[in-house]
């Protein structure tokens, strides 16, 4: 099942080229970038920031279906951890799989203790459920 | 207005949008819907940022 990512700011697509091609860390870089200089996609999700025009640190994964899955937002001065961002991503791929599984935090990668139909006979023995 | 509250909720469909993009595989600037990421099928990451040149 395919994913994009696409980077986003309130640059404009202009700004963006000109980033990408003069700063070398971004030289491999294979995703879109997103231009939003209205600010009007940023602040439909939340991360716009009227005081100053800029966005916060705001990731969102979106399923196939459209529907919103996972959002995670940082103020400017920390940064976001990938390996998190990736664990929750591989997740919600891996339970849209298995629909009967949930992923509980200690969860990684395929493979890794999930849950299996929690329901009634789980509670009070998540430890037991985890732990066999 | 608020400055940080998240508009949408999870588990719900996101509105349509779009956005011009600068593609660096294609050298081009091209264009994102989420319109046609349904079409397609696709999962997508969307991943904002304060701004270009500076610290990431």
């Given at each position: 099942m395919g994913c994009?990512?696409?980077?986003?700011?309130?640059d404009t697509q202009f700004s963006h080229l000109a980033w990408q091609r003069s700063e070398k860390e971004l030289a491999n870089v294979k995703y879109q970038m997103g231009a939003d200089p209205t600010g009007k996609v940023s602040r439909m999700f939340g991360v716009y920031d009227e005081d100053t025009g800029l966005d916060l640190r705001g990731t969102f994964i979106i399923n196939p279906e459209g529907k919103l899955l996972n959002t995670e937002m940082n103020f400017y001065n920390l940064g976001r951890n990938i390996d998190e961002m990736m664990r929750k991503f591989k997740a919600n791929i891996?339970?849209?799989?298995?629909?009967?599984?949930v992923c509980p935090s200690k969860w990684k990668d395929e493979g890794d203790k999930t849950l299996v139909d929690p329901g009634a006979k789980m509670v009070g023995k998540v430890h037991e459920a985890l732990n066999t | 207005m608020?400055?940080?509250?998240?508009v949408l909720k999870l588990g719900q469909i996101v509105p349509d949008f779009e956005l011009t993009t600068y593609d660096p595989v294609k050298g081009d600037f091209g264009k994102f819907s989420l319109r046609d990421q349904i079409a397609r099928e696709r999962w997508?990451?969307?991943f904002f940022y304060p701004a270009d040149f500076t610290f990431v």
């Amino acid at each position: 099942m395919g994913c994009d990512i696409v980077t986003v700011s309130t640059d404009t697509q202009f700004s963006h080229l000109a980033w990408q091609r003069s700063e070398k860390e971004l030289a491999n870089v294979k995703y879109q970038m997103g231009a939003d200089p209205t600010g009007k996609v940023s602040r439909m999700f939340g991360v716009y920031d009227e005081d100053t025009g800029l966005d916060l640190r705001g990731t969102f994964i979106i399923n196939p279906e459209g529907k919103l899955l996972n959002t995670e937002m940082n103020f400017y001065n920390l940064g976001r951890n990938i390996d998190e961002m990736m664990r929750k991503f591989k997740a919600n791929i891996y339970m849209s799989k298995k629909t009967n599984e949930v992923c509980p935090s200690k969860w990684k990668d395929e493979g890794d203790k999930t849950l299996v139909d929690p329901g009634a006979k789980m509670v009070g023995k998540v430890h037991e459920a985890l732990n066999t | 207005m608020s400055d940080t509250c998240t508009v949408l909720k999870l588990g719900q469909i996101v509105p349509d949008f779009e956005l011009t993009t600068y593609d660096p595989v294609k050298g081009d600037f091209g264009k994102f819907s989420l319109r046609d990421q349904i079409a397609r099928e696709r999962w997508c990451i969307l991943f904002f940022y304060p701004a270009d040149f500076t610290f990431v």
